[in-house]
């Protein structure tokens, strides 16, 4: 994926002056090896002289997240000052005393010292990864680093994103409007365009050389199965084009970029096809194109895929599994109550990788709209199949209309069941799911959209949020701890 950021990673170790620097050095040699892949800063920091001097080492080495570690008791100023200096995600971590053996000259008080140093972040009002529990041997500090890589290489991403829109949201679908301007306080830049600078630029488009080669790569891809219309796709292709295009034309100063396009009603009639098989090809390659001008969800779905590496949908929360389905082949098999099921259906972005035997067909909703249900023309162009099984999280960084950030994660996986329906859909579990959706989504007046990464990444998402600052991460509560608003007599 070439729209995510590769993070290179710095260590630099701190030292107070009145203990042994050399046990800094020597924990952070040992954390160097143990994880491997990391640059090992020369400087050790015992002053803010040495702050500035270690963060220019880093950045003269390339690196872009920093991982700073407290050998000992750390000088708290400095030690904070590195975060301030350097403009990437850092993460502070703790060395724990290695042995029983050595508690005197081999005592670091890092335990001590990391309390200190979480004060001096807050005071300096400086934002900073500290992991769950940031004291450890150098083998559980790699793990730790290993941890924080997903969320520096969000948070990386974040920092140098743009929002492309075309459109404004279709009448009667508002759910998905918020205010922007969360999204500038965030540092994330929105270019907002018509659909007819999109249609324009697509007619310019045509007749474009280099279309045949992803009309060979879209053949192949679908395979004769799932490539029900090839005709179809000449025009895709052009669309593909267009929208890589403009990317590279309109990023401007920012090295990332996604799209939330309006999608219908006029856009199959003017272009001639659906556009949910090029949105999807895109988010494979780390392009998120959300649906129906979804900012928020365009913005989700890139976090999804900074945290994952791999591709991600968004879908509708849509409907419920029939009592008759529910009650033949998952209660059987899996310990959820039907209130803990539901379908996850949209007209066909989810990219095929993420498919059990997808192929390109036409949108029914929009043919009955916009043709009457008669035999598809340009209605076709969605990819539909059953989203494969395994482990998800369902999640959404969202502004309400006060402008106000506030975010959800549900972590649980999609069964192996058929949905004997139409779109990109799948039959999903989260556990407590019947009062997530009743105390999160609908009190907190979340929209219809959510984010999916294929993965549990519940962890880094949190972890994600809360240094951006969002007040309310609410996830699905376990039976027995109740909402702010639930009714503890229902």
């Not at 994952?308 to 029939?322: K, Q, R, S, W």
Request: charged residues 20%.
């Amino acid at each position: 994926m070439n729209n995510i950021p590769i993070v290179k990673l710095g260590l630099i170790a701190v030292s107070r002056d009145c203990f042994v620097i050399s046990l800094s050095e020597r924990r952070r040699a040992a954390v160097t090896k143990a994880c491997g892949d990391i640059y090992e800063a020369k400087i050790t920091v015992e002053n803010e002289n040495d702050a500035r001097e270690a963060v220019r080492e880093a950045k003269e080495h390339g690196c872009n997240a920093l991982v700073v570690l407290l050998g000992n008791f750390g000088p708290e100023t400095p030690e904070t000052l590195i975060a301030k200096y350097f403009d990437g995600p850092v993460m502070y971590a703790a060395s724990a005393e290695e042995t029983g053996d050595d508690l005197i000259n081999g005592r670091g008080d890092a335990y001590c010292g990391m309390l200190n140093c979480s004060y001096n972040l807050g005071l300096r009002k400086i934002p900073a990864i500290i992991p769950e529990y940031p004291v450890g041997t150098d083998a559980d500090i790699a793990a730790m680093i290993a941890d924080f890589v997903p969320v520096a290489r969000a948070l990386i991403g974040l920092a140098s994103l743009k929002v492309i829109t075309f459109g404004p949201r279709p009448q009667d679908f508002f759910a998905c409007n918020a205010p922007i301007k969360p999204l500038y306080d965030l540092g994330i830049e929105i270019q907002e365009n018509s659909e007819l600078d999109l249609l324009v630029a697509y007619r310019e488009h045509n007749g474009d050389a280099r279309a045949q080669a992803i009309v060979d790569d879209m053949a192949k891809e679908l395979g004769v199965k799932g490539n029900a219309y090839p005709e179809l796709l000449p025009r895709m292709a052009q669309f593909e084009l267009t929208l890589l295009d403009w990317a590279e034309k309109n990023r401007g100063s920012r090295e990332y970029v996604v799209f939330a396009d309006k999608c219908w009603p006029a856009f199959p009639k003017e272009f001639g096809f659906e556009p949910c098989y090029v949105n999807s090809r895109l988010a494979s390659k780390g392009i998120p194109v959300a649906c129906e001008v979804d900012i928020y969800g365009a913005l989700s779905e890139y976090i999804g895929t900074c945290v994952t590496g791999g591709a991600v949908t968004l879908l509708d929360i849509n409907n419920t599994v029939p009592a008759d389905m529910y009650e033949k082949e998952i209660k059987p098999k899996w310990d959820y109550k039907p209130c803990d099921t539901f379908m996850g259906f949209h007209c066909g972005n989810t990219p095929l990788c993420c498919l059990k035997d997808g192929a390109v067909k036409f949108q029914l909703i929009q043919n009955r709209l916009l043709e009457n249900g008669g035999t598809p023309d340009f209605t076709r162009g969605t990819l539909e199949g059953d989203i494969a099984s395994g482990d998800i999280t369902f999640f959404r960084l969202q502004s309400t209309a006060d402008t106000n950030l506030r975010a959800y994660i549900a972590q649980g996986e999609i069964l192996p069941v058929a949905t004997r329906s139409f779109g990109g859909i799948g039959i999903f579990a989260i556990p407590e799911m019947g009062r997530f959706y009743r105390h999160v989504l609908i009190a907190k007046h979340y929209p219809h959209h959510g984010a999916v990464a294929f993965g549990h990444v519940g962890k880094a998402l949190h972890t994600i949020f809360k240094y951006l600052g969002v007040p309310d991460v609410a996830f699905n509560q376990p039976k027995g701890m109740l909402y702010k608003d639930e009714n503890p007599f229902a």
